[in-house]
């Protein structure tokens, strides 16, 4: 009989589970020997947050849960990123902890953390096994939780003697999910207001990041010729180049834009929680009643009518409702469509710029069109240079987003070595800051181990370049804490064993682009950045 630790790993693989990441601990030794005997992809990190940016990256680009497996205590801590990263982003993920032995719980032993209270508050459950009998069915039932309703991360926690007793595996422990429909006199009811709305918008969110959720987003929208606006780092979900496509509703819309959604008569909103950046602080649409009729549409019944007051909520697939509404003939085009993407075409267009102190990042993102494969994922990390990605590479799907929601610095690299683990013979590009490369850009050696094909580019202006941008609108000629000191990174990415480029001129950009999109392996630009860019155009100088 297998004992409680090969029952867990045989269940995960059972349920789709074939790559986990982790650094090694000695609080799960029994997991790891058995991961020795199973098909499970392993991948060893070089910190635990790192780590948990990889399992959450994983999971959005598979939709099975993310695994990750820490040891007790200071490797638990390090992970929490992680959950909350996968909270935000609503993408599945499984947090394995290897706990103290059972008899020494609840003692204050070392490196004990009551995991319940740790973690209660962003996981969606927290389950601890005092029998090694339990393993197999607390496995089984993390799987369920969660990738069911809103997707996000649960927390297993073994403690290290149990993993070594015989535990029997259960006669089903596949977790099968059936998306719920919507009711047909709730299709009817849409589709009534549809034909009576004259100015009508789309809100898609994660919700149709499943597999025929962007066909079904775009057939709906064609049919009835609504224009759609994606959620908070969501521009993958719809053809950016299409003429129904509204921009996405981030964090510098501008406030024409925002006023004239603001003057729709519906509001579509499918598989969004409309969250605070989505609905600009909660501004747009009008909270808690909007001015506009509201139909909310997703999956998880908690989430319907939790924060926007609907008109018609709609506790189903958001994918199963547009494919009930793409039926039957397109309507023709509406000046209503046309005015929306006349604003989006406005602020997307970049116009290229010169700064006395380096590389604009807007000119390299901008040019980055011009090598990203039809296919190509690019992972942004948090960042004001990340703002030229969405607002200026037009995605079409194939090509992916990977940006995390919660705005976590370092998910950059650990999130690009996960996407080329994923799909090696994609093309892979990651931006990432000189900040945020600091903090997880050790995971380059994973690359560089696993001999990925992965292009960094990371944008160096000796700065926490976003904070700064807050200090000098705040407490202009008060800079504190946000300049940077930085190694030579080209150097660096040659010490790892990578390939390295460095663009310090406007006029190297595209050369060094297309020689490095063109190059194999793990490689690295390194662009030395102009940061005044960003800066204020006036503002004081320092007292002396």
């Not at 801590?77 to 059972?102: C, F, M, R, S, Y």
């Not at 696993?450 to 904070?467: E, H, M, Q, T, V």
Request: charged share 20%.
């Amino acid at each position: 009989m297998p004992n409680a630790a090969q029952t867990l790993v045989e269940i995960l693989h059972r349920n789709g589970i074939d790559r986990l990441f982790c650094v090694p601990g000695e609080s799960f030794l029994g997991i790891m020997d058995a991961l020795h005997d199973s098909a499970i992809d392993v991948v060893t990190a070089r910190h635990e947050a790192s780590a948990g940016f990889m399992a959450v990256a994983d999971a959005r680009l598979t939709g099975r849960p993310g695994v990750l497996l820490v040891s007790r205590g200071p490797g638990a801590t390090n992970a929490a990123i992680a959950l909350h990263t996968a909270e935000q982003d609503a993408v599945p993920l499984i947090l394995i902890v290897g706990q103290i032995e059972k008899k020494d719980l609840r003692r204050e032993a070392f490196q004990e953390i009551d995991y319940g209270r740790m973690y209660g508050g962003i996981a969606k459950w927290v389950a601890e096994a005092i029998d090694a009998e339990q393993v197999p069915e607390l496995t089984a039932k993390a799987v369920r939780i969660a990738t069911s309703g809103t997707p996000g991360p649960v927390v297993l926690v073994i403690p290290e003697d149990l993993q070594f007793p015989e535990a029997p595996m259960p006669a089903d422990v596949v977790q099968k999910r059936r998306p719920s429909v919507p009711a047909p006199a709730d299709v009817a009811e849409v589709r009534t207001l549809l034909e009576k709305a004259e100015r009508p918008l789309i809100i898609a969110g994660g919700g149709l990041d499943v597999p025929g959720g962007r066909e079904a987003l775009l057939a709906f929208a064609e049919r009835w010729n609504v224009p759609v606006a994606v959620s908070f780092r969501r521009q993958d979900l719809f053809p950016n180049a299409h003429p129904l496509y509204a921009g996405d509703l981030g964090l510098a819309n501008p406030k024409q834009q925002i006023a004239t959604f603001q003057n729709s008569d519906l509001i579509l909103a499918l598989g969004t929680r409309l969250g605070d950046i989505t609905t600009q602080n909660y501004s747009f649409p009008d909270y808690p009643r909007p001015r506009q009729i509201l139909v909310h549409c997703h999956d998880d019944a908690r989430i319907v009518g939790q924060h926007f007051i609907a008109d018609v909520g709609i506790a189903a697939a958001p994918k199963a409702l547009a494919e009930s509404l793409a039926q039957g003939p397109a309507l023709p085009a509406r000046d209503w469509s046309g005015k929306i993407r006349a604003l989006y075409e406005d602020y997307a267009t970049w116009t290229v710029k010169t700064a006395p102190d380096g590389v604009v990042f807007g000119n390299v993102v901008h040019a980055l069109n011009a090598v990203l494969a039809e296919d190509g994922i690019v992972v942004a990390d948090a960042g004001t240079l990340s703002s030229h990605v969405y607002r200026h590479v037009p995605f079409r799907y194939p090509q992916r987003l990977l940006a995390p929601i919660s705005g976590a610095m370092g998910y950059g690299v650990p999130g690009a070595v996960a996407a080329a683990l994923r799909h090696p013979g994609r093309q892979v590009i990651c931006l990432v800051g000189d900040g945020g490369f600091m903090m997880t850009g050790s995971e380059f050696m994973t690359a560089v181990a696993r001999k990925l094909p992965l292009l960094i580019l990371l944008s160096n202006n000796s700065s926490y370049a976003s904070i700064r941008i807050h200090q000098e609108q705040h407490y202009p000629g008060r800079v504190v804490a946000t300049d940077l000191v930085n190694p030579d990174f080209a150097a660096l990415a040659r010490a790892y064993g990578a390939a390295a480029y460095s663009i310090d001129r406007e006029e190297d950009i595209l050369p060094v682009l297309r020689e490095a999109a063109q190059a194999t392996g793990p490689r690295l630009i390194e662009v030395k950045a102009s940061l005044e860019t960003y800066l204020p155009v006036t503002r004081p100088k320092a007292a002396d």
